[in-house]
C-alpha cells in the first residue's frame, strides 16, 4: 500500500527519472518586454536579449527590471511566440538560451505558453531573483514565406513533386530542413501553394537525391542556396481550422542542418489520383467490398499503375477512407495476406505488382492520406478487406496528429 501510495504521488507530480515536474506559480500580471544587445542598450530590430518589467507591487528586483530566464528549459516556440506579439512583432524567427559566467538580476523564469492567439497574462510562470540561463530572442514583423517545388533543372516543378524552397519578403529563398518536419507541417505547406492534401515527404539524403539536387539548388539561385527554414513545427488544430503557416506554425530561421537533410516533398490527395477496388480469389471483382485490395490511377496517361496496395502504416483509419471511397460505410477488418493466407491468394497476386505503400489517413481531415508510389514490399504484405455498410459500423473514430 505504502509503495502504491509513493507510486500515484510521484505520478501525480510528474516525478521521472529522477525529475520533478512542478507546474509554475504564477499567471495573470501585466509584463513590458524588451530586448537588449550584450552591453545593456536597447535594439531596435527585433533582436537580443530578453528583459521584462512586471507592473505589480511586489517586484522582485529594486527598480522592478529583470532577465527571463529558462532553469527548467521550460521555455518554447508558443512563449517565444506569445512574448514577440507582446513587443508588436507578428512572430518569433529564433530564440536560443545564452548561458552566462555569472547570475543576473532577473524577474521571471521557466515560462510556459500554451496558445499563441492568447496575451502573456494567460502564460504561467514562476518568480526569481536571480539566473544564468537568459534567453537570446529575435523576433520579426514581416513572417510570410511562399513556398515553391523545384524540379531536378531547378525550375519550378511541373509535377506536384520536388524540392521544397521557401521564399521570404526580401524574394531570398532557400531549402526548408527536415528537423521536426511532420504531417502537420506537410499538409499546411501543401495548402500554402494551393494543393488539398500533402502525399508525402522525405529528406533528399533519404531520397538519394543528393547529387541532382545539389545541381538544382545551383541552377536556381546561380550558387549554393541557403537553408532558410529550420525546425518547422505546425499544430494538429491548426490543421484542422484551416489556419495559414503564419497562424498555426512555428520555425526558426537559424539551421544547424546541411543539404542532405533538405526536405523533398509532394502534394496532392490520394483519392483525387487513384481508385479501388476489391477481387475474389479468382480475379473477380466483387460489389461487396470484400477480397484483396486493388488500386490503380485516374489518370488517363498511367493506366498502367494497377495493383495492390502494402500494409506498411496501413491502419483503421487508411481502411475507413478506403471503404468510404468505394461507397461503403466503414472497414469492418483487415490484414495482410501473409505467408499463411499466400496459397490461396497466390495466384490472383502474381497477376498484379504492389504500387501504393505507407498509405497513412487521418480520421478527422477528409481525404487527407499520406502514401508512397515507391513501395518496398512483398506480396505477403498486401491488403486483404472488408468494408461495412452503415447499419455494420461503429462510431466514427478520432485521430490527432
Sequence with gaps: MVLFASLFLFGLLGISDGYIYVPPKYTGSDF?????????????????????????????????????CD??????????????????????????????????PALIDNVECTNTSLPFRRCRYDRID???REISLKCSSRCDYEFSLLDSEGTKSKSKSGLLVASNYNGMRGTVCDDNFDKAAALTICREMGHTCAASWSSRNDMDLEQT?????????????????????????????????????FWKTESDCDHSEDIYLTCGCMLEEFKFSTVDKNN?????????????SKSESDTELKGTVCDDLFDESSADTICKSMG??????????????????????RKYPVVLAEVDC???????????TDPICDHSEDILIRCGTEDQCPETPTESF
Excluded at 524588451?34 to 530578453?50: E, K, Q, Y
Excluded at 521550460?74 to 524567427?93: H, L, P, S
Excluded at 473477380?284 to 490503380?296: F, P, R, Y
Excluded at 487521418?362 to 499520406?370: D, L, R, T
Design 328 to 349: 461503403f460505410a466503414c472497414s469492418k477488418s483487415f490484414k495482410s495476406v501473409g505467408e499463411r493466407r499466400s496459397a490461396a491468394w497466390g495466384d490472383v497476386q
Design 362 to 372: 487521418h480520421a478527422q481531415i477528409q481525404g487527407q492520406c499520406s502514401f508512397s
Design 32 to 68: 513590458t518586454f524588451w530586448l537588449v544587445n550584450n552591453n545593456g542598450d536597447l535594439t531596435s530590430n527585433g533582436a537580443g536579449i530578453l528583459k521584462a518589467k512586471l507592473y505589480a507591487d511586489d517586484d522582485r528586483t529594486a527598480d522592478g527590471n529583470g532577465t527571463v
Design 284 to 296: 473477380k471483382a466483387t460489389t461487396n467490398g470484400k477480397g484483396l485490395l486493388i488500386v490503380e
Design 71 to 104: 532553469t527548467d528549459n521550460r521555455f518554447t516556440d508558443e512563449a517565444a511566440t506569445v512574448i514577440c506579439k507582446a513587443m508588436g512583432y507578428k512572430c518569433a524567427e529564433n530564440w536560443k538560451l545564452e548561458t552566462t559566467s555569472a547570475n543576473l
Design 213 to 249: 539536387y545539389d545541381d538544382s539548388e545551383k541552377k536556381a539561385s546561380e550558387q549554393d542556396m541557403p537553408i532558410m527554414l529550420d525546425d518547422v513545427t505546425c499544430s494538429a488544430k491548426g490543421v484542422l481550422q484551416n489556419e495559414t503557416f503564419v497562424e498555426s506554425c
Design 130 to 132: 536571480t539566473c544564468n
